[in-house]
């Protein structure tokens, strides 16, 4: 089974609007990172968080970690129709010899 | 500095035939994945090189298999191909050994008729 799972799998909102989407995980981690994906093409990768950090900001993106309770959330504000993508979340987990991805939430964003 | 390179981009194949495909990692990096993503399974491991030693395999039949080159370029092949084979081959590179960023290449679309 995936050790992280996005939540939603969809979503759709209007440009200007705030994104976020969530991650929930089974272990524990060392670091948890997003990744974006256009649709058919590589993944790019947005931020990395340690286990030892609660929150990180990268221009308009913002991710949060709870370790408590095993997820994290990316938040896009201000959404842009060039944000429209699946986003990604993968858990270099402790017990696990490589990084694990979700299935993904599919972003869509209409001017 | 040059990304990730994938080649080929698109390929058609029929069942029972082979496929190789390159993955060319950035420069200096010397770890290299290999994913499958299909649209019912997402993104699913293959295999992590390091050095030119298999550090990590996936669970893929034996038909799945790579290699990497002491340039770090890698190789995956894959035999008697099956209709669920289609999928986009992803390959990452990274630097070192640690799971921190990976930076992937393009692709490349396997379909099997």
Redesign the interface.
Known sequence: S?QGEEDPQALSIQEGENATMNCSYKTSI??L?W?RQNS??????LI?IRSNEREKHSGRLRVTLDTSKKSSSLLITASRAADTASY?C?T?AKGY????????TMLLVSP | KAG?TQTPRYLIKTRGQQVTLSCSPISGHRSV?W?QQTPGQ??Q?LF?YFSETQ??K?NFPGRFSGRQFSNSRSEMNVSTLELGDSA?Y?C?SSWGQD?????????S?LTVL
Do not use: I
């Open positions: 995936q060392n670091n990172q990744y058919g093409r590589g993944l790019v990768h990395l990604f993968a270099d010899s490589t990084l694990t991805f979700g299935k993904g | 990730v994945s994913y997402g993104l491991f992590e550090r990590n996936g986009l992803l990452a799971h921190g960023e990976l930076f992937f290449g393009e692709g679309r």
